[in-house]
Structures are given as C-alpha cells and as structure tokens.
C-alpha cells in the first residue's frame, strides 16, 4: 500500500513540475521542449505504474491486462532513456559565440539534429516493439512485486547502453559545454546508473520513475529554469558591459590625454610662430595665425566636450576629491582668456575676488577648473565688443565653504524663452545677430551643469536679449580646520 502513496505523491510533483514550467515563459528553444516531452512522458510513467499496481492487487499477477500494462512500463522506460538521450545530445553541442540560431540550436547543426532525432526514433520504435513481443513474468507476494522474463533483461540491456552512450558523449564533448550543464547531466548519469544497478541487484526496489522525477526536477533548477536562465544571461551581459564600460573609459581618457598634448604643441608653435609674424610686422601671416589658433581651440573644445559629455551620459565621471591650494586654482582661472582673446584683444576681461578665500579646500580643482573654463569660453564666444568680467565670492558654515561664481558679458545675450533651451543637449539656440559663432556642438554648458550638480552646487542664468548674459554658479566644497584665508 505504500508503493501508492508514494506513486501518488510522485505523480502530483512531476504535475505540479510540469504546470509551473509550462506557466512560466521560456524560449522556444528545442531542448526547453525536449524537457517538455520528457516531464509529460514521466508524468505518463506515474499513471501506468499506479494503473499496474491497482490492477496487479485486484486481478493477480497472471492476469492479461496486468501484464499487458506492465510491458507498456517497460515501453515507458525505453521512450524516457530514449529522449533523454536526444537531451544529452543537445546540452553537450557545440554552440559559437554570436551564432546565428535556428530555434535554439546552431544553424549548420540543425541537419545533425533532425538526423540524431530520427535515428533515435527509429530507436525507440525497434526496441519498443521488441520489449513488447518479448516474454514477461509479474511476481507479487507480501506487497512485494516487480518484472522479470526476457523483457526486462533486454531493458537492462538497452538502458546499460543508453548510460554508456551518455558517458562517451559527456567525454567527448565536455569542453563544448557551459560549466553549469556539466555538473547536473553528470549527476543524472550517476543516478540512472545507480537505479540500474539497484534493480539488478534487488528488483523489489520500484524506484525507475522516482528517479526519472528527480532528474527532472535536477533538470528544472540547473538548466531549464527560465528565471535561471535570465539571471545567467543578464550576468554575462552585465559582466560585457561592466567591459566595454571599462574598455571606452580608458580610451576616452587616452584619447582625451593626446588631445591635450597635440593641443599644447600645437599652442606652443603657434604661439612661435606669432612671435615670428609680429618681429616681421607681417599682418596677413598674423591674421592667419591667430585664426588657426582660434579654430585649433575650437577644435580641442569640441573634442574635450564630447568626450566629457559621453562619460557623463555613461555615469563614469567622478570626482576626486583632494585637497588643494585656492591661489593655485585663481592662477589658472586668470590666464585662461589668453586662449580665446585671439582676435578678441579688445573685449576688456576683469577678474576679481570679492572677498577672501580659505587658503585650502578639499574638492576636485580639475573639475572646478572646468567650470571656469566652460563659461569663460562660452563668454568669449558670444561677446564681440564690450567686457567680460568673472567675480568669486565665499561663504562659509560648519566646515563647508560655498563658492559663489558669477560671469557676466556684455554679449549678444539670450532671449528669455531660449534659456530654458540652454542645458539641453544638442539645443541650438537662435542667435540672430552672431551667425558666425555658431562653433561647436552644444556641450559646453551641459557638462558645467553635470559637473556643478556632482558638486550639489547650482547654476542660474539671467540675460537681456543684445544686451548680454550673467552665469551664477555655486559650489560646496570642505574647509580644513584652523585654515588661514587667501
């Protein structure tokens, strides 16, 4: 009697296995519906087992159904071995890198396949038949019962083959497989081939689709799980692009790094060659000069900008915060004009703090640099007569100085409905009266913006339409304690 309890217990998980599988979505690969197949063929093997037992207790062991019943078991046995065959087949494959696929199977493997799955048909058929036609016998006694006869030594046979087969191919092609497939198919075989021994040695023991449950099962939560599989796909997708992340950073660093070199020599030259042009009071060589140099600018400004812009879209710049002397950083902030006053010499530049400055910060100078650096250019480039002036100003509280930064240009200016266009990437603004301006690709003020929100600062624009523009920036960044001021 407890050979049915366990029956039925068996038969409601592989059912409850084969719901939960079939509620779940999963790719319409041939191997998900091989594992199909084999559920639905085990499920099939728990009812013609229940069947064979119920029928065995009430019409003897001699009786013609039951035997007729019991060879469909074996039948049973030889179908699951069969496709569970065609399951190794396709778990140990070899699948390329960025393959085209023809539902879950390689595309100039799908001929082998249709092959090996008739063959095995064909298989499954022949030995089918035969365990069929071969003699029988049922004992049963004290609850005790199994099969015996010619059929069951043929299954024997064939199933011993089948374990050998899985074996050779697991060898065979062990380095085609995915790591994480090696290790469940190898237990599999290890207990199909226990069950084969176990029946051979002591037949009482009907543990065959017990065993072909739990293999499902294994099956399920190594392999088939469709949740697995996503969570193992977006694993290797995170890890590629936790590469190609890494791969482009160091380039945009390396690239932004020969920028700046060939930038630097390319100053110097045409700062030379200047020198040269002014001794000989050589106007058009002068005229030309400067208007290489000023493209030049444009040029790296465009490139640095770019490259800025796309860590910034990336989430990869961060800043370094150190600490730095302020007068090195206001030293740096007052001959940045000298690179764009190129044919601008007469717009009058100011720079003045407003009042004092702790003498050390703690914040990334690079960065704060660029932010002068941004708006500076971006003054330059829209003002073609008049001023341009930059104040600094400070406050401080709990260790925390704030940087008040302000820009003002006497330039063509904004109109008030443009403004809220002016950090969005890739706005133009309409710039009626400076067509010629029009350098340069918009970033310049999208990645101040960046830098100033990494800084928990906040920038402001106010302008008159021909009349000019204010940029006000401001910035925290950390004291130290017992700092003198500038």
């Given at each position: 009697m407890w050979n049915l309890v366990f029956l039925f217990s068996g038969f409601l998980l592989i059912l409850l296995l084969l719901i939960v599988f079939r509620t779940k979505k999963t790719n319409p690969f041939v191997e998900n519906r091989i594992f199909l197949i084999l559920t639905i063929t085990n499920l099939i093997g728990f009812i013609t087992e229940i069947m064979a037992q119920i029928t065995l207790r009430l019409l003897g062991q001699d009786n013609v159904l039951v035997i007729v019943i019991g060879k469909f078991y074996l039948i049973?046995?030889?179908?699951?071995?069969?496709?569970?065959?065609?399951?190794?087949?396709?778990?140990?494959?070899?699948?390329?890198?960025?393959?085209?696929?023809?539902?879950?199977i390689s595309a100039d493997k799908t001929k082998n396949y249709k092959v090996m799955r008739l063959i095995h048909i064909i298989i499954i058929s022949i030995t089918a038949i035969i365990c069929y036609l071969l003699p029988?016998?049922?004992?049963?006694?004290?609850?005790?019962?199994?099969?015996?006869?010619?059929?069951?030594?043929?299954?024997?046979?064939?199933?011993?083959?089948?374990?050998?087969?899985?074996?050779?191919?697991?060898?065979?092609n062990y380095k085609m497989m995915r790591?994480?497939?090696?290790?469940?198919?190898?237990?599999?075989?290890?207990?199909?081939?226990?069950?084969?021994?176990?029946?051979?040695?002591?037949?009482?023991?009907?543990?065959?689709?017990?065993?072909?449950?739990?293999?499902?099962?294994?099956?399920?939560?190594?392999?088939?799980?469709?949740d697995l599989k996503i969570i193992e796909k977006l694993n290797k997708a995170n890890i590629k692009a936790e590469s190609s992340i890494k791969i482009k950073d160091e380039f945009?660093?390396?690239?932004?790094?020969?920028?700046?070199?060939?930038?630097?020599?390319?100053?110097?030259?045409?700062?030379?060659?200047?020198?040269?042009?002014?001794?000989?009071?050589?106007?058009?060589?002068?005229?030309?000069?400067?208007?290489?140099?000023?493209?030049?600018?444009?040029?790296?400004?465009?490139?640095?900008?770019?490259?800025?812009?796309?860590?910034?879209?990336?989430?990869?710049?961060?800043?370094?915060n150190k600490l730095y002397k302020t007068k090195d950083l206001i030293d740096e902030v007052k001959i940045l004009p000298m690179r764009f006053k190129t044919n601008k010499e007469h717009i009058k530049f100011e720079f003045k703090v407003i009042n004092s400055l702790p003498l050390m910060l703690i914040g990334d100078k690079a960065a704060t640099k660029e932010i002068f650096y941004n708006l500076i250019?971006?003054?330059?480039?829209?003002?073609?007569?008049?001023?341009?002036?930059?104040?600094?100003?400070?406050?401080?509280?709990?260790?925390?100085?704030?940087?008040?930064?302000?820009?003002?240009?006497?330039?063509?200016?904004?109109?008030?409905?443009?403004?809220?266009?002016?950090?969005?990437?890739?706005?133009?603004?309409?710039?009626?009266h400076n067509q010629s301006d029009k350098r340069g690709?918009?970033?310049?003020?999208?990645?101040?913006?960046?830098?100033?929100?990494?800084?928990?600062?906040?920038?402001?624009?106010?302008?008159?339409?021909?009349?000019?523009?204010?940029?006000?920036?401001?910035?925290?960044?950390?004291m130290v304690v017992n700092n003198n001021e500038l």
């Open positions: 049973y046995i030889l179908v699951w071995m069969g496709i569970f065959s065609i399951y190794v087949y396709l778990v140990t494959r070899k699948v390329k890198e960025n393959e085209p696929t023809e539902q879950g029988m016998l049922i004992y049963y006694e004290n609850d005790a019962m199994y099969s015996h006869g010619t059929a069951v030594k043929f299954l024997m046979v064939i199933s011993t083959i089948y374990v050998g087969l899985w074996i050779i191919r697991l060898i065979l790591n994480k497939k090696v290790l469940p198919i190898l237990t599999i075989i290890v207990l199909l081939s226990a069950n084969v021994i176990i029946q051979v040695i002591n037949p009482t023991i009907l543990i065959a689709t017990f065993t072909m449950m739990f293999t499902c099962y294994v099956l399920y939560f190594t392999i088939e799980n469709p945009l660093k390396q690239l932004g790094h020969e920028t700046n070199t060939v930038m630097n020599l390319f100053e110097t030259s045409m700062s030379s060659i200047k020198e040269i042009a002014e001794r000989k009071k050589d106007k058009e060589l002068i005229e030309w000069t400067n208007y290489a140099y000023s493209s030049a600018i444009s040029l790296a400004d465009m490139i640095r900008n770019s490259l800025a812009s796309a860590r910034f879209k990336s989430g990869d710049i961060t800043l370094e250019s971006n003054a330059y480039k829209y003002t073609n007569d008049g001023f341009i002036k930059v104040k600094i100003k400070s406050s401080s509280l709990n260790n925390i100085c704030t940087i008040k930064i302000i820009i003002e240009d006497s330039g063509i200016g904004i109109k008030k409905n443009d403004i809220k266009n002016l950090f969005n990437r890739f706005e133009r603004i309409d710039f009626e690709i918009g970033l310049g003020l999208i990645n101040t913006k960046e830098i100033v929100k990494l800084m928990d600062g906040d920038i402001t624009v106010g302008s008159v339409f021909g009349k000019g523009s204010i940029f006000t920036v401001e910035i925290k960044q950390k």
